[in-house]
């Protein structure tokens, strides 16, 4: 008699806790799932906008560390005269690089705005709707904060890359290798503090924007999902204001990175900005290559938004049909 009532509440025990665990599993596994999309709706996102605006982008890093004057048909000349010297593929030398970095970057970035956003609404009281304006910033400049600093070298091997001969630097571990041997290994960090100080205002503002953009469509159309060139829209906009407003520290990091093969020594972020000043003026200088950046930026930024958010949208699909593990 009595072990038949202690079977039963065991088995009540096991009954009551069962599904207590399998509710945490299943929370847990949802989690996880939810970072791994993140992180790889973030690599393609990187890759595919990179990809397509590479030979603008290399173009821009070589008038940004030289003194010579930019304009459209100086930029013209150059991607003209790359291709008539050493080929088309040419035009996205330092890519392969670019790729290393951005792919680890753009999924770290994307996936940290999805955790900080959760973390900041569970903590203001605005889990699973639009964040206020301030943890709207905020979200986005931890995010690219967070990138930064895990992804930083390979942005040094990639600025080195774009502005010397492939003659000088074979592949992406040869630049590590020479570096590391010819400057030490503190060159690998030189322009670390300007990137930092230019990402949190470039990475809070465009995802304050693209967010902002979305919920405001939202609130007047009627639809939670914005068309794909709705979505390119908003991305352009948030490309082309945070990019303007974090261009002169872009100039001033790219000058310390180069620093070694361009005989320059800049050292310090004022030091090189007054010399930036001094030597070009500060529109011709800390904003050189900006007007390509209002071509290549808008671009890059809204390929790079559209795409996450309908990578998303797609693994969510694929999820819910059966086609991927729950």
Partial sequence: MGSGVQEQRASLTQGEVLPLASSSQSEGMKQTRSVINSLFSGALAGAVAKTAVAPLDRTKIIFQVSSARFSAKEAYRLIYRTYLMEGFFSLWRGNSATMVRVIPYAAIQ????????????????????????????????????TAAMMTYPLDMVRARMAVTPKE??????????RISREEGM????RGFTPTILGVAPYAGLSF???ETLKKLHAEHSGRQQP???????FGACAGLISQ???????????????AGVTGHTYRTILGTMREIVSEEGVIRGLYKGLS???????????????????????????????????
């Avoid at 000088?168 to 290798?177: G, K, Q």
């Avoid at 503190?186 to 960090?189: A, D, H, S």
């Avoid at 071509?295 to 990578?311: Q, R, Y």
């Fill in 208 to 210: 304050f924007t693209y």
């Fill in 227 to 233: 068309y794909s060139y709705e979505r390119l829209a």
């Fill in 292 to 326: 390509m950046n209002w071509v290549k930026g808008p671009i890059a930024v809204g390929i790079s938004f559209t795409t996450f958010d309908l990578t998303q949208i797609l693994l969510k699909k694929l999820h819910q049909m059966g086609y991927t593990t729950p």
């Fill in 168 to 177: 000088m630097y074979s592949n992406i571990l040869h630049v590590f290798v």
């Fill in 186 to 189: 503190k060159t690998l960090y």
């Fill in 244 to 258: 303007s407003a974090s261009y002169p520290l872009d100039v001033v990091r790219r000058r310390m990175q180069t």
């Fill in 110 to 145: 994307f996936c940290a705005h999805e955790q900080y956003k959760g973390l900041l609404g569970g903590y203001y009281g605005f889990q699973g709707n639009a964040l206020p304006p301030v943890p709207r910033l905020l979200a986005g400049s931890m995010a690219g904060i």
